[in-house]
Structure formats: structure tokens, C-alpha cells
């Protein structure tokens, strides 16, 4: 079983940065892509971001400019840095990784408010 564990998350104004996360347990990290998603109250769950393992990337129509995924995979880990946070953005934000099987993260909260 590979573990994601997220963190990074909390409350912020809007107009705010934060920088998401996600900490992987599997020694084959590099082969993985890892992504980003978030689910709002009410609303499903959709792609924030996405990593390739040739460090390929794609957004969201909704946070490209605003946002940025990297991975390091010498500390296996993938992180979500988050600028110019406007209150759409509130959700709960879930780390995604996949190669041969999916697993996800726990979830970490993101909040943007004033």
C-alpha cells in the first residue's frame, strides 16, 4: 500500500498564498503521476493539477496562472503552491497518485475567506 499524506492546508484571505504538500510512501515514486484535486461543499471532485513522471504539468482552467505543481522526487513529494487564493478555491484539497494502482491522500482544508 502507498501512503499520501497531505498538509499545508488552512485559512487565508483572499488574495493570499499557500503551499500544499503531499508526501509519498512508495519507493517508485518517480514512475507515479501526481495530481491535485479538490471538492468544494455540494460540488465533485475535480482536477486542480497533474504531474507526469517527465515532470509534464496541467491545470485547471480555473487556477492556470494562479497556481503551480512541482514534485521533488528525491523527498517524494509533490507540492501545490496556491497564489492569489480567491474563495472558490475553498475545498478540501486531496493528493492523487497513480501508476499501476490509484491511492489517495486524506484530504487537507483549504480555506479563503475575509
Known amino acids: 500500500q502507498v501512503q499520501l499524506v497531505e498538509s499545508g492546508g488552512g485559512l487565508v484571505q483572499p488574495g493570499g498564498s499557500l503551499r500544499l504538500s503531499c508526501a509519498a510512501s512508495?519507493?517508485?515514486?518517480?514512475?507515479?503521476?501526481m495530481g491535485w484535486y479538490r471538492q468544494a461543499p455540494g460540488k465533485q471532485r475535480e482536477l486542480v493539477a497533474a504531474?507526469?513522471?517527465?515532470?509534464?504539468?496541467n491545470y485547471a482552467d480555473s487556477v492556470k496562472g494562479r497556481f503551480t505543481i512541482s514534485r521533488d522526487n528525491a523527498k517524494n513529494t509533490v507540492y501545490l503552491r496556491m497564489n492569489s487564493l480567491k474563495p472558490e478555491d475553498t475545498a478540501i484539497y486531496y493528493c492523487?497518485?497513480?501508476?499501476?494502482?490509484?491511492?489517495w491522500g486524506q484530504g487537507t482544508q483549504v480555506t479563503v475567506s475575509s
Open positions: 512508495t519507493s517508485i515514486f518517480t514512475l507515479y503521476k
Open positions: 504531474i507526469t513522471s517527465s515532470f509534464s504539468t
Open positions: 492523487n497518485g497513480r501508476y499501476v494502482q490509484e491511492y
